[in-house]
């Protein structure tokens, strides 16, 4: 699919038109933080906090003041990768067997390394830690990130914690990753990776992907970025939080000095953007109210929340060559679903034929001319809820239905605000705007026929995959079947908990694979405390008992090719069942 370039030239979008045919396009860095909201800089109000490098940026780009992601992690990534509604990939929780995506989503990396950009990423993925669902299975060539959600969640590297971590290399012509040991602080390795990309590929058009861990909990950072905010007591609360913004804001003005010094600011397409509302930048009564103290720039909700405060998120593009310069806003309601056509217009290239976007491309905003704009609506759903306990077949469940003025938000029960009349959502219309309740309700429908049918069946895992074999399986996977979290981190894995799941996995070739049972990754070297251990997958089981003070409890099946359900059983002395929350999968 080629996406239109008309515009470009008509509106004032001008560079050379050897980009259009392959030279001299530009170069596209994507800077994505987590958890960082609307109200979390200075720029937008912020009365604390000090960005003065990512307010800098703001005063020299064009801003849409009315973007909107989804209002979670994973979400968000899946919608930025590809183009679509979260619910249409796969990748639509943060665990529970839905974090990943389906096979056949193609994401903004493969558009440009089909393109022939070199690509590149650097931080958090959170789309899948196991084939084919990697970020090098998903078009990336170069990459250095951490697994599962968080820094220290279940299935990232054992024992990381922000400082001198592990974390997984790929390099370009493989898809073999190998965990290699960084010094520093997560976000300065992060940023020094991605420098370290654009240094290798200057000489070429590049595409990177800069997905950061921070600000996200838990809320580490060097001491001297957290201690200007710990000196008023009114404000203590979020020194952490903030001063993991103030490094953000540090490492961006590092980066955007070695772009001027390495010539490449000016044809670079740089965009800075938030992966949801703010977690930790305010106080708030549960996950809907306004601010009660912090600051959330006036909105009421915060992350996994479906009012403002949880979609609405900065969003600036900066391209000095092609005029995207000199501090500008653009009111008009846009998204993280029309980023990937938005940058495929500007760099003159192309998607596979039958590719479709769910999101519009930007450019006639970003041209002025609003005459081109299509969109007069748009839907977020967080499928599944806050706690992943409402089913996925629930119309209209913790959902928002945005227009340039309204907001038709159905959390505990439908509510309608006029988003500029009320933009801290407290009075609700409903009963006042019937006509407008029911075309809102239209545009919903619309888009629960075109997603819900995509919504029941989960990306599968790979078993037997040659690029990750063997491959370890975490209980932060499991399938839950909208019976809420699976134990995803090592704070809830400690407690031994007596639940089990399975896994959704796709056995790539039949013969015969060695599962072991543990407790604990590999490298924290812990025993199995349990008495009995049982593997049920493909029609098959086997059990044994388990010798003490082992650190794996083995099984080696036949099993055959294609789509099979893996679920494993620890039994303790009262024959209470627990699963085996780390699980390597190799065929020999």
Not at 85 to 103: E, K, L, N, P, Y
Not at 318 to 324: A, I, M
Not at 510 to 516: L, M, N, P, Q, S
Request: net charge negative; proline share 6%; hydrophobic share 35%.
């Amino acid at each position: 699919m080629k996406f239109p370039n008309t515009l470009l030239a008509a509106f004032g979008l001008v560079y050379s038109a050897a980009c259009l045919f392959g030279a001299e396009r530009p170069n596209v860095i994507l800077v994505l933080t987590d958890d960082q909201g609307y109200g979390d800089l200075g720029c937008h109000g912020n009365p604390v906090l000090k960005t003065p490098e990512l307010d800098k940026l703001h005063s020299e780009s064009v801003r849409f003041d009315d973007f909107h992601v989804s209002p979670f992690c994973t979400p968000t990534r899946a919608s930025l990768m590809t183009g679509h509604h979260a619910g249409r990939t796969g990748g639509f929780r943060t665990t529970g067997g839905r974090s990943s995506m389906q096979v056949d989503e193609y994401t903004v990396a493969n558009l440009f390394a089909d393109n022939g950009y070199a690509t590149g990423m650097a931080g958090k993925w959170h789309l899948g830690d196991n084939a084919p669902h990697r970020p090098q299975d998903r078009g990336f060539q170069d990459v250095v990130w951490h697994r599962c959600g968080g820094i220290g969640q279940g299935s990232d590297y054992w024992g990381n914690d922000y400082f001198d971590d592990t974390y997984e290399r790929v390099t370009p012509g493989s898809k073999v990753g190998k965990f290699e040991d960084f010094k520093g602080y997560c976000t300065d390795v992060f940023f020094a990776e991605g420098l370290r990309f654009i240094e290798e590929n200057k000489e070429k058009p590049f595409f990177l992907y800069l997905p950061l861990n921070a600000p996200h909990g838990p809320y580490h950072v060097p001491p001297e970025w957290a201690a200007p905010y710990k000196k008023d007591p009114k404000w203590a609360q979020f020194a952490n939080f903030y001063g993991m913004i103030a490094n953000i804001d540090h490492n961006m003005g590092i980066l955007r000095e070695r772009l001027e010094e390495m010539g490449l600011a000016e044809n670079t397409i740089l965009i800075f953007m938030t992966d949801n509302g703010t977690a930790a930048g305010a106080k708030f009564r549960g996950l809907a109210s306004e601010a009660i103290a912090g600051y959330n720039a006036g909105m009421r909700g915060k992350k996994s929340s479906v009012y403002e405060g949880g979609t609405h998120v900065p969003f600036f593009i900066y391209w000095p060559e092609g005029n995207l310069k000199g501090g500008r806003d653009i009111n008009t309601l846009a998204a993280h679903i029309d980023v990937l056509p938005t940058l495929a217009e500007l760099c003159g290239i192309s998607a596979p034929e039958g590719y479709q976007s769910d999101g519009e491309s930007l450019v006639p905003l970003l041209a002025g001319n609003l005459e081109n704009w299509k969109r007069d609506h748009l839907v977020v759903q967080y499928h599944g809820g806050s706690y992943g306990r409402t089913p996925l077949d629930t119309p209209f469940a913790d959902s928002t239905v945005l227009t340039e003025r309204w907001r038709l938000v159905n959390s505990k029960k439908q509510e309608l605000y006029d988003i500029e009349a009320d933009p801290a959502q407290r009075n609700d219309i409903s009963e006042e705007y019937p006509e407008v309740v029911e075309q809102l309700r239209g545009y919903y429908l619309e888009f629960w026929k075109s997603v819900s049918p995509r919504l029941k069946e989960p990306a599968r895992i790979d078993l037997g995959n040659p690029t990750d074999n063997p491959t370890e399986l975490c209980s932060q996977d499991w399938f839950m079947n909208d019976e809420g979290y699976p134990p995803y981190s090592y704070a809830k894995i400690a407690k031994l908990p007596r639940v089990t799941a399975p896994w959704r996995v796709n056995v790539k070739q039949a013969g015969r694979y060695r599962i072991t049972l543990r407790q604990w990754p590999i490298a924290a070297d812990k025993p199995v405390v349990a008495e009995r251990a049982k593997v049920e997958i493909a029609g098959k089981m086997v059990e044994s008992e388990v010798e003490q003070g082992t650190r794996g409890v083995v099984f080696e099946l036949d099993l055959p090719a294609g789509p099979a359900e893996l679920k494993t059983y620890l039994y303790d002395k009262a024959g209470r069942a627990g699963g085996a929350y780390f699980t390597e999968v190799e065929a020999l």
